[in-house]
């Protein structure tokens, strides 16, 4: 059960800020977007990490993680922009500090989580 929640974090991070960013009046635009490029990246990544790990081609399967890093990356920066010029200033720095916020947390968990090992195989330890 832990290991599930430590693996979500940055999930439940974007969930938990909804409350403080209505109460404190903050930018809801930015907050939405931000929130929706996360969520959807987070979950096309966890479809393409599971068909790369399905692939014997180690060609395929280096360029499904490549690409989808790329893609994320491009999807949220265009989030951002989208929310700076659709909301505002405001929002943009808003949806840039949400998805932010969510990499960090996501990033070092994976690091601590994983060890440095890729997900699905086996440590050389």
């Known amino acids: 059960m832990t290991t599930i929640f430590l693996r979500y974090l940055d999930v439940c991070l ?3 800020t909804a ?3 209505l109460a404190a009046g903050l930018p ?3 907050y939405v977007i ?3 490029a996360w969520l ?3 979950v096309a990544v966890a479809a393409m990490q599971a068909r790369s790990l399905r692939s014997r081609d ?3 399967r280096a360029g499904l993680q490549v690409g989808t ?3 994320r990356v491009w999807i949220v920066a265009l989030a951002v922009v989208l929310a700076r010029y659709a909301g505002g ?3 943009g720095i808003m949806a840039a500090t949400l998805v932010l916020a969510a990499f960090t947390v996501y990033f070092v968990l994976n690091i601590v989580t994983r060890g440095g090992q890729l997900q699905g195989r086996p440590s050389t330890s």
């Open 19 to 21: 409350p403080f960013v």
């Open 14 to 16: 974007v969930f938990a």
């Open 34 to 36: 931000g929130a929706s």
């Open 58 to 60: 180690p060609r395929t």
């Open 69 to 71: 890093m790329m893609a």
């Open 28 to 30: 809801v635009m930015g």
């Open 40 to 42: 959807l990246t987070r």
């Open 89 to 91: 200033k405001d929002d």
